[in-house]
Each structure stands twice: as structure tokens, then as C-alpha cells.
């Protein structure tokens, strides 16, 4: 329980979470999940028992560099507990299905929605929020392309877009302008400022270049 | 128009204290030093950076989450409920519904529509029927299900096209009619049809649409004993305050409405919503503060929607150009109350362009859906679809160019208003006439009339142009402005910053007129507790209505600060000035003062300013005008259309800071492709009455990939000092009102075919492709 070593981030990020491990992350101690079927019931021989919603996992989780030693309900999303249990309100919630983007983060540096992403799922894994690219009362680059370029109207989508940024030029630091939109299309905009939000990637895009690498 | 939104957009004839007084209105300015410069926000470090603490953000000690069971039924009468098991749950703490003491409360949708808040009859899918305080969200939605309600489902409409047909099951008692039919008539419509050359007919329908801003709509309310304390996600505190006092009978002073960020509106946050009665109750309860934020769903179904139309137009031109006459009918349904379904509809047809004869009759219409909100610039973009596509075919049927047509019927003044008024300034012909140089509308005419027809991919550019309702702001607004020892200056106001860049607008204006730096301008505002009344930011009239006031408070400041250094000085302060923060003499350079180090100042702390925001001009209007153009691509065999370019032209009087100026013209745009292109509320109208796309899957909004590479913002930079002292007008509404109809124009002209019913897809174009192709 809460080892993360025996999670392989790798695998995670290639395939998301593996239904393996998202078991082993909440059943050693508390509860064992209800499933009965396939090479799953092989792997747990015993009588599976019912997970109760309110029954809590104690996971740890890596957050913008600090481990935070959680009671988590299974059932709560990444985005709630980021939210509502560690006050880190940057990211936003807009959904809860998977659709906007505001609740975007980075796991293990790939944007991801945290609304559809299990905080037991997240463990073992390297989170990302908007409050993880200041240092300390400063902007990061993408942050201040936003600002410079007025890339937002509302700003309630804006931490996600920043993050959806930060993601793909952290995997791509000189994207093309297609790449840009691409990158840029799970996050919705409502106040329509798509066109500055490309502004800003693309000025972001340059001011980490010249930092010499993402930061 | 509706009495509601009168009271939201207008309310010119208040009589106002005024600064300066009457007569002595300061001189415009000349050369800015900031305004009109593009200015990044006063508050973007705060946005960016997370800072900024939405309502949804609000977490406070001991809180509770709030969640609402609603009516899954279009129209059901509630029998029972049974929240036993619900109250049972972990972590519930409460559980409210009708019967609940305190919670027999009447919910006032329209002034002679008053409702319980929890009433046993449920008109639309979503309605209001019990509500619930937990631990966590999870809880509460546990409790939520776990309640069971006994329904009569009872029969229901849910397509305003079917309401006032023979069996229609009535939506209120007295029938599916909102009020009787509203006529507008000017002139004679069978005189003018009689005297074109050509007359066109054609039937046009706009979907319904959604508002669906990124934060939902709610609040966190706290109680402190017999205060009541509310963050809430708002376009205005104080109307929130005062229908919160009203329906809990409280006094205005002890309801405090706080709303310093909010994530986006569009009109749907004008009004004070049920939920934020709910969370109050459940509050008030529980002893415990609550959080109650809608789903993403229930903004679907409850928070409002622009209105779908069916619109049907006549007109009358002759063989030069002039319009002869206009016969419009529209039909539009604002849900199951009076919501304003028609408002605005005509104001297009009656008003846009010179037209002598014109007839109008308009429908509101009652069906079991949700209640309509007003949506950035109620009825125009619906009445531009139809207005604009029929002056498109009449250039076509006369064989003149659309803009040319367009600019031969410009008119001065305000056509359908009482007594014919001037409007202050007209912009319009420069929309049309630098809009079209600047987009190269003959050469891209000349382009794509050149493209052969039977080719496969073709291209078309379209025009469509508009004035907006109101956009001229007016009283009341108070602001107090208060410069401190040290030269820093505290601009403390009511109104909401939705997004447009309000807060860093009234920086600029204090930043021109005290020769300061923005930056050191702190702002207080959209707190009922500590900020000064002012209406909810909406109608595009933030901007007029609340800069002449901060430039008035400003000016009182100066004065008084003027006055102390003149004193020290001994100078007379009419011969000072104020630049950077020196106080310096006009006459003598040399002579010159720190703000920080003017001793009157010192010994006092502070000097305040009060501004008012005065009348606008008596006799005339104002209004705000623009003119767009744009290019698609129509793939002929797959029905996508890819847009290209636009240019929105806008008159919207003097621009205050361009680089928010052109976010919300590629914001309006935006939004007018999706009323164009992708958005339609889906009711199921047969079987359950059932909203079936209430997410953003399935309901789709311009996405990233969905905007064209070029937008282009070309302000009329006309200062309109006859409106009010800052000579600014309105803009975040034009910028939406032609965008679909230009769309629309360009899809014709590139295929040759009129798609009159939004939104044009990929679907309904090709399915008309096919049928033209069939036709040969």
C-alpha cells in the first residue's frame, strides 16, 4: 500500500493506468475491488469483497515536488482532492466528464484531465498544477506569454490551458501552428480567445528557448 | 423589450447626482498617454497564476457541499418524497424540499409568474424538487439519488413549432401564449411592396443555444447570526443581493454578495438563480457554510439559453438599391416562463437600415423546457441570420454588391424609436467602407466568382453588419476614488469585471487623468459590502457606464490634489498639471512638486473623489455599429465548411485599451461560429421531453481547431463625446450579432446555396447538396 515502487511510471504513461495496479494501489490493506472475471480473478484467488464508496486508501501523492500522505474515498477524482482537500484551486473544474479542459494537469509531464483521472490512480505519479510552475511569486514562461499576449478573457480556463501548453511544448518545444491548435483542442474556451491563447503559445514556445529548455 | 431587462440593461431616466455638474463637462481627451494603448490587465498575474479566487475556489471552514434533485420529467406534479433513507446517509446533514420549514418560499421567474421554490409542479426537466447538504460532493449527490420523489408525469410540449397547435397540452392554465401577439407597424408594407422592383420572401430558423460558461453557476453562503454572506459566481452583486433580500425578506444591509472573479456569463449570471436561495437554506440549517455549485448537466437545463426562432421575412427593394418595405414574423419561446423568447427579435428589421414601410409581429410562446437568460445581445444574432442573408439576396436579385447595398440605406437616426432620434454617431458607413478596403472584399468577390462551379472544394466570402440595442451605458454609478500620501490611488466600484477587461479599463482612465501609473492603482469592486451600487455588466454598457464615472472621480481628485499643491506651491492650481506623479507647473517647467511630498496631503492621509455617472444626451441614442466579413472554404462533396478569415470593423466610440478591445472581437466571432456551425439544444419532442445533448460532447463549442487562422480587429476609433466624457461605447455584444449571418452569406457564395436554418453542418449542408445535385 502506497509503495510506489512497485508501480512502473513508464507503463503508466504509455497505457494510462493499468487495471493491475489500480487494484494493488487500493486493496493491500483495507478493501479488495469486486471483480470476479478473467486473469483478474486468477490474481486474486480469494473471495473478492465489495468495496464500500466511503471506505478510504491511504495513498501518497507527488504533487508539484511535495508527497502529500492522503485518506481517499476510491471513488475521488484527482481533480476534487487537488480541489477541495489541498486547497491547490488553480486547477478548475468545469465538467467533471472529461470534456473542457479546465482541470487540466501534467502527469509525468503529459497534460491530463484530472476530473476523469482517480487520486488512487495518481499515485506513483509526478502531478503537475499550475501553482508548480511559479517559483515562488513568479510567472513561468508560459504563464507569462498568457499575461503578455492576454490570452484568456474569464480566466477560469485559463490554468488549463496553460497547462495543455506546458505539456505539449515540454514535448514539443517548437511546435508548428497546427501542432499548436492540436495541442491546444482539448481545452475549451467559452470567451473564445483561442487566438491569443496560439499567441501566447507560440511566444512561450520562444521565451523557453531562449531560457535555454523547458523549465 | 422585457421589464427585466429594461431593468438590467437601461434605466436612462434615473435622476442622478452628477460630476462635474451639469454644463461642465471636462474637455475630451486628446493625446492619451494610455487610453487606447494596449494595456495586459491589471489583474492578469492573478489569472495566470491561480491567484485569483473564483467563487467556486471558496472553501471555508467547516464547509458543506450542496447538491439539488431536480425533475428528470419536462412536466410532472410531485405526489411524495421520501428522504428518509437520504437523511440517514454518511455526512448528510440536510435535507430540504417543500415541506421543509423556511423553505416554503415563492420564487419570482417573472412578476406575475411567482412559483414556489420547491412548487409540487415541475415545468421543465430540471426544476427544482429537494436539495441536499453533506460532507463531501460525493455524499451529496449518495443523497440526491436516494431520495424518492412520486411523479404524476403529465403531458408536455417541447417544440415551440407545435405549442399553439389544437391539443397541444398547455404548458401555464391560460394556454401557451406568453402574452397576445406584439405588432410593430410603420408606414404601409402593401404601399411599399407595391412600389419595388423586387420582392423577396424567405422563412429562416435559429437553433437554441446554450451559454455554458467554464465556471458553473453557484455560490458558497455563510451565515454570521442574522448576516448573510455570499460569494457567488456573478455579471452583478447587487441584483443578487436585492432578489436574495426579497425572497428571504431580509434587509439589503444584511445580505452581503461578493463577487470579485467569476468564470464567464454571457448574460446567463445577470439574474440571481434558485441555487443561491437553496445553498442559503441549507446554510442556514445546517449552522454550517455551504458550497453549491451546479453540475455541468443542470447548466443544460436551468441556467437559461438564447432562444430558438423561427423567423420568417419579406422585403421589398427597387433596382437602386432602396429598401421599399420589410414584413417580419417571428416566432420564439423563452421556456416554461416569461423569459423574453421574442425580445429583441425585430429591433434588426425595424432599425438597421432606412426602410419606410415595416411590419413586425412577434410570438412569444411558452413549451416545457428551461427558462431562456439573456445571451450576449438578446434577439440580434437571430433577427441578423434572417435581416442579413435577405440583404444579401436582395443585392444578388438587383445585381448590386452586398456592401454596396448595405451602404446605401445607412440611416442617421433611430428609425423605430419615438420620434425618429439621432443617434450621437453613426459608424456604420466606415464599418462597411473600411471594413471591405481592409478585408480586400472586391478582389476576394472577384476570387471566388472566378472559381469554377463544378469545382469540388470552393471558396466564398460573406458580409453582414449591425447595430446593438443599447451599448451607451448610463446612471446609476457611484465610484470613490482615493489617492493616499504617497501618490497611490484606490478606485473602489460596484461593477463586475466578466472577463472584458472592466478593472484595467478604469485603471487606464485614472492612469490618464491623474498622470499616474497604472500599476500602483489598486481596485476594489463587486463586493454589496464595501463597493458602491452599480448594475449588473451586461449590455455592453460596462465600459460607458462606469468610465465617465471613475473619470469624474478622478477629476475630483485632481482638483483637491491641484488645490493642496497649488497652496505649497503658490501657484494657481488651473496652471498645474500632473504628470508621472509630479505636480508641475504649465507655465514653468522647472517648478515642479512630488505628489508624495505635497504637506497638505500628508497631514490629511487621503484625498476622495465621488464620481457619478451622469444622464446621457437627452433626444438622442446610443448605440454602437459594426460591420463583419469573411471567407470559407466549402468541401462540395463532404458538406465542411473551414473558415478562413474574418474582419470585424467596429464602431464602438473611442477604444480604451486595444489589446482587450481585439480579445473581445475574436471572442464574439468565436462564439458566432458556433451559433453558426455547431450548436443546437436537442429536446426530445416525441417520446420524453428530455434534453438529450446536455454536455459538451454532445453539444459542441468552437474548439481550437474550429477558429480561422486570421482575425481582424479594425476599430472605428471615433470618440463619442457627445455620449458621455470618456466618448466610449459599448462592444462585447456587436462583436456576436452579424458573425453567423456572414457565415451564412459566404457559404452562398461559395455553393449557391441559402442555408437558412443554423447550424450549418456538415449533416444539414450535405443532405442540401445532395438535393441540389439531385435537382441538377
Known sequence: MGDEKTSDPKACKAKGITRRRFLTTMGASAAVAAASSGKLAADTPKEPELLKAEETARITLS?????????????????????????????????????????????????????????????????????????????????????????????????????????????????????????MSGNLCRCGAYDHIFKAVRRAATMKKRKGGPT | MSAEEK??????????????????????????????????????????????????????????????????????????????????????????????????????????????????????????VAAVAAETPYQAWDAV?????????????????????????????????????????????????????????????????????????????????????????????????????????????????????????????????????????????????????????????????????????????????????????????????????????????????????????????????????????????????????????LAEAIRMDPVELRLKNIPSFSQAREGKPPYTTTG??????????????????????DIPKKALVRRGVGVASCVWFVGGGGPPSTVILRLFSDGSVNLNMGASDIGTGTKTVMALVVAEELGVKPDIIQIEHADTGTTQYATASGGSKTVPTESPAVRAAAIEVKQQLLKLAGEEMKLDPSALTIEGGVVVSANDPSKKLKIAEIPGLKSRGVIVGIGYRGPNPKNKFVNPFCAQFCEVEVDMRTGEVKIIRFLSANDSGRVMNRLTYNNQVIGGITMGIGLATTERRILDGSQTGKMVNRNWHDYKLPTALDVPALITSLPIDRPDDEANITGSKGLGEPVTIPTAAAIANAIYDATGIRMAVSPINPVTLCEVLAKSRKEG
Not at chain 1, 490512480?121 to 514562461?141: H, V
Not at chain 2, 426562432?309 to 416554461?336: E, R, Y
Not at chain 2, 409581429?361 to 427558462?371: F, H, K, T, W
Open chain 2, 7 to 128: 431593468n438590467v440593461y437601461y434605466q436612462a431616466d434615473t435622476p442622478v447626482p452628477e460630476t462635474p455638474p451639469p454644463g461642465k463637462a471636462p474637455a475630451p481627451w486628446k493625446k492619451t498617454r494610455f487610453i487606447g494603448k494596449s494595456a495586459t490587465r491589471v489583474d492578469a498575474y492573478e489569472r495566470v497564476s491561480g491567484r485569483a479566487l473564483y467563487p467556486s475556489d471558496i472553501s471555508l471552514p467547516r464547509m458543506l457541499y450542496g447538491a439539488i434533485l431536480r425533475s428528470p420529467h419536462p412536466k410532472a406534479r410531485v405526489k411524495r418524497i421520501d428522504a428518509k433513507d437520504a437523511e440517514r446517509m454518511n455526512g448528510v446533514h440536510a435535507v430540504i424540499s417543500a415541506s421543509t420549514p423556511g423553505a416554503d418560499l415563492y420564487w419570482p421567474y417573472a412578476a406575475d409568474k411567482k412559483v414556489k421554490l420547491f412548487d409540487p409542479l415541475c415545468l421543465y426537466e430540471g426544476e427544482t
Open chain 2, 145 to 393: 439519488r436516494a431520495i424518492q420523489v412520486g411523479y404524476e408525469v403529465l403531458p408536455f410540449v417541447v417544440d415551440e413549432r407545435k405549442s399553439l397547435d389544437p391539443h397541444t397540452p398547455a404548458v401555464h392554465p391560460e394556454g401557451n401564449r406568453v402574452k397576445p401577439v406584439e405588432i410593430y407597424e410603420r408606414g404601409e408594407v402593401a404601399k411599399g411592396f407595391a412600389e419595388a422592383d423586387v420582392v423577396l420572401e424567405q422563412s429562416y430558423r435559429t437553433e437554441c443555444e446554450l451559454h455554458t460558461p467554464l465556471e458553473a453557476h453557484g455560490c458558497v453562503a455563510r451565515w454570521d447570526h442574522d448576516k448573510l454572506i455570499i460569494w457567488e459566481s456573478t455579471q452583478g452583486v447587487f441584483p443578487v443581493q436585492a432578489r436574495v433580500a426579497e425572497v428571504l425578506n431580509m434587509p439589503l444591509s444584511k445580505v452581503r454578495v461578493i463577487g470579485h472573479y467569476m468564470g464567464g456569463a454571457f448574460g446567463s449570471k445577470l439574474q440571481t438563480d434558485k441555487s443561491t436561495i437553496i445553498a442559503a437554506l441549507l446554510a442556514k440549517r445546517t449552522g454550517r457554510p455551504v458550497k453549491l455549485f451546479l453540475t455541468r448537466e443542470e447548466t443544460y437545463l436551468a441556467v437559461g439559453n438564447r432562444p430558438p426562432a423561427n423567423m420568417k421575412l419579406k422585403a421589398g427593394v427597387k433596382k437602386d438599391g432602396t429598401l421599399t418595405a420589410f414584413q417580419f414574423s417571428g416566432t420564439a419561446t423563452g421556456g416554461a416562463f416569461p423569459a423574453g423568447g421574442t425580445s429583441l427579435l425585430d429591433w434588426l428589421v425595424r432599425e438597421l437600415y432606412l426602410c419606410p414601410h415595416v411590419r413586425c409581429e412577434l410570438s412569444d410562446l411558452y413549451i416545457n423546457a428551461g427558462p431562456s437568460r439573456p445571451f450576449r445581445a438578446p434577439g440580434h444574432p437571430q433577427g441578423a441570420w434572417a435581416l442579413e442573408q435577405m440583404m444579401d439576396a
Open chain 1, 63 to 183: 504533487i508539484n515536488g511535495r508527497r502529500h500522505p492522503l485518506l481517499v474515498e476510491p471513488r475521488w477524482s484527482l481533480l476534487y482532492v487537488l480541489r477541495e482537500r489541498l486547497g491547490l484551486t488553480a486547477t478548475k473544474v468545469g465538467c467533471e466528464r472529461g470534456e473542457c479542459g479546465a482541470c487540466t494537469v501534467l502527469i509525468d509531464d503529459v497534460p491530463r484531465y484530472a476530473c476523469l483521472t482517480l487520486a488512487v490512480e495518481a499515485q506513483g505519479t509526478r502531478i503537475t498544477t499550475l501553482e508548480g510552475l511559479m517559483t515562488g511569486e513568479d510567472l513561468g514562461p508560459v504563464q507569462r506569454a498568457f499575461l503578455e499576449d492576454d490570452a484568456f478573457q474569464c480566466g477560469y480556463c485559463t490554468p488549463g490551458q496553460i497547462m495543455a501548453a506546458e505539456g505539449l511544448l515540454r514535448t514539443n518545444p517548437a511546435p508548428s501552428e497546427e501542432e499548436i491548435r492540436r495541442g
Open chain 2, 428 to 449: 456604420l458607413k466606415d464599418c462597411l467602407e473600411q471594413g471591405a478596403k481592409a478585408f480586400g472584399w472586391a478582389e476576394a468577390r472577384k476570387a471566388t466568382s
